[in-house]
């Protein structure tokens, strides 16, 4: 089997809350998709999609996904998809770097494999370790009051566990955390996601005005330096998320004790085959995940919940179901959450999910013979 083609698409993705806001005033309105399709000679294709969270989260952005699969796709052309090592290692033989633009074509390609094999993702990387799997919601940076009203919304919609978004004046996220750990009750989860936001002093002050709640705190600084000084000065339970963008540095974090635990995003670390290997050894060094991406709609989604349900269930701290936070579906099939703030996931061969052609429109670009 061999790649023939690689089709991009872009799409824009609006959010029903309107907009997303995190740390140091920024926010976006309508998501920047791209979804690749790769087509092979055997008849079979597979999908995948990149959804950066804007230019100024990790380095990455929407434009570059295109960009980077331009100069990528004619390097891929008569590669066996299925051969997913021999890919990767392609991938990063022609482009250094980028691992979000490899991402997709890496997930497009276990898609292949799935259909090719009659097997879901899941199967293939670990096998079912749970039957649904459990959803956090992020809870868009706002005034104290508002984000605990959409705290208690969304308990009604049966998430358990909250991920807020603070990284702003320190003073207006002690308030951020007390007022939302209030509308909490018993087997609620709260974390206090920073997205580098901080600075030292300012972290500081944060977990020790809020030493006596119940709450998580992830990537409150910039450097990694800053982040493990944080973690040193407070007993609160630590997540890493932003400097984690590989396996080199999650062998370091795992040798200082940096975290308790890491959010995993599938486009950050270069797609699902290394994102697996990621999680492996999380897994083994005691590592707790939140399995999710930058941003998606319905391809991503899928992705997620494939690793996800793959992942051993205690260290899975939560996935998300970025496709409910969008008014857009891109594809037949996706995971849809649960009243009870769980999702189940296909057991169709490949990602399981089908693109709505029309959501897609015309092709960007489309390499290959
Ligand atoms: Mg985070």
Same mark, same amino acid.
């Given at each position: 089997m061999r790649i023939t083609r690689v089709t991009a698409y872009q799409i824009d993705l609006p959010l029903v809350e309107g907009r997303y806001s995190w740390s140091n005033g920024n926010f976006v309105e309508t998501f920047d998709a791209t979804v690749i399709e790769v087509e092979t000679d055997a008849g079979v294709s597979g999908i995948g999609e990149c959804t950066p969270l804007g230019p100024a989260y990790l380095p990455a952005y929407a434009a570059g996904v295109r960009a980077g699969l331009k100069e990528l796709a004619p390097k891929l052309i008569g590669l066996d998809p299925r051969d997913l090592g021999t890919l990767n290692r392609r991938m990063d033989a022609a482009m250094r770097g980028h691992p979000y633009v490899k991402a997709p074509v890496d997930v497009a390609c276990w898609d292949i494999l799935g259909k090719a094999t009659g097997q879901p993702v899941w199967r293939l990387l670990g096998g079912a370790q749970m039957e649904r799997v459990r959803l956090y919601r992020a809870i868009s940076q706002q005034s104290p009051d508002e984000m605990a009203a959409k705290v208690s919304a969304y308990k009604k919609e049966g998430y358990t566990k909250f991920q807020l978004k603070v990284g702003g004046e320190a003073?207006?996220?002690?308030?951020?955390?007390?007022?939302?750990?209030?509308?909490? =009750?018993?087997?609620?989860?709260?974390?206090?996601?920073?997205?580098? =936001?901080?600075?030292?002093?300012?972290?500081?002050?944060?977990?020790?005005?809020?030493?006596?709640?119940? *709450?998580?705190?992830?990537?409150?600084?910039?450097?990694?330096?800053?982040?493990?000084?944080?973690?040193?000065?407070?007993? +609160?339970?630590?997540?890493?998320?932003?400097?984690?963008? !590989?396996?080199?540095?999650?062998?370091?974090?795992?040798?200082? !004790?940096?975290?308790?635990?890491?959010?995993?995003?599938?486009?950050?670390?270069?797609? +699902?085959?290394?994102?697996?290997?990621?999680?492996? *050894?999380?897994?083994?060094?005691? +590592?707790?995940?939140?399995?999710? &991406?930058?941003?998606?709609?319905?391809?991503?989604?899928?992705?997620?919940?494939?690793?996800?349900?793959?992942?051993?269930?205690?260290?899975?701290?939560?996935?998300? &179901?970025?496709?409910?936070? !969008?008014?857009?579906?891109?594809?037949?099939?996706?995971?849809?959450?649960?009243?009870?703030?769980?999702?189940?996931?296909?057991?169709?061969?490949?990602?399981?999910?089908?693109?709505?052609?029309?959501?897609? =429109?015309?092709?960007?670009?489309?390499?290959?013979?």
């Open positions: 003073d207006d996220d002690i308030a951020r955390i007390k007022a939302c750990a209030k509308v909490l =009750g018993p087997g609620d989860v709260l974390d206090a996601d920073a997205n580098t =936001g901080w600075t030292m002093h300012e972290a500081a002050r944060v977990v020790n005005a809020v030493r006596d709640v119940d *709450v998580y705190i992830e990537q409150p600084c910039r450097s990694y330096e800053e982040c493990l000084s944080v973690r040193r000065r407070t007993p +609160l339970p630590f997540i890493l998320d932003e400097n984690i963008d !590989g396996l080199a540095i999650l062998q370091r974090a795992i040798a200082d !004790g940096a975290m308790d635990a890491i959010n995993l995003k599938i486009s950050k670390v270069g797609g +699902l085959t290394k994102a697996r290997l990621i999680r492996d *050894v999380a897994v083994e060094a005691g +590592l707790a995940m939140i399995i999710e &991406d930058t941003w998606g709609g319905d391809i991503v989604t899928a992705a997620i919940a494939h690793l996800a349900r793959s992942t051993p269930e205690e260290f899975l701290f939560a996935a998300t &179901d970025f496709n409910s936070y !969008g008014t857009k579906d891109i594809a037949n099939g996706a995971p849809k959450r649960d009243p009870d703030g769980f999702m189940a996931v296909s057991d169709q061969p490949g990602l399981g999910v089908e693109p709505i052609r029309e959501a897609l =429109g015309k092709p960007v670009f489309s390499i290959g013979g």
